[in-house]
């Protein structure tokens, strides 16, 4: 069973702002705050990408192209990390999944889509 529920996603024009969450269930409840968590997205034909990283300390890392627009962050008492997402791009347009860090092949959910219309 996927461990994570994602949300918050949808059509943004460029220039805007969404805020995603992801929420934990099941069998990472118990331990949420001592992993290392991940937002990754996926475009049409393309493989995962790593967007941002946040480990059990709260340290951050960004991949190079959302430095500065986006912001992770993690809440361990409400099992819920979020992606602050600014001044969007049409190429941000994807589908955001969040998961361990490194990623577990078992745990990619549905995700949630975020379209930036070019």
């Known amino acids: 069973q996927v461990p994570f529920a994602e949300s918050g996603g949808g059509l943004v024009q460029a220039g805007g702002s969404l805020r995603l969450s992801c929420r934990a269930y099941?069998?990472?409840?118990?331990?949420?705050?001592?992993?290392?968590l991940g937002w990754y997205r996926q475009a049409p034909g393309q493989r995962h990408e790593l967007v941002a990283s946040i480990d059990s300390d709260g340290g951050t890392t960004y991949a190079d192209s959302v430095k500065g627009r986006f912001t992770i962050s993690r809440q361990n008492g409400k099992k819920t990390m979020y992606l602050q997402m600014n001044n969007l791009k049409a190429e941000d347009t994807a589908v955001y999944y969040c998961?361990?860090?490194?990623?577990?092949?078992?745990?990619w959910g549905q995700g949630t889509q975020v379209t930036v219309p070019s």
């Open positions: 998961n361990l860090f490194p990623q577990q092949q078992d745990y």
């Open positions: 099941r069998s990472i409840l118990s331990s949420f705050s001592a992993y290392d």
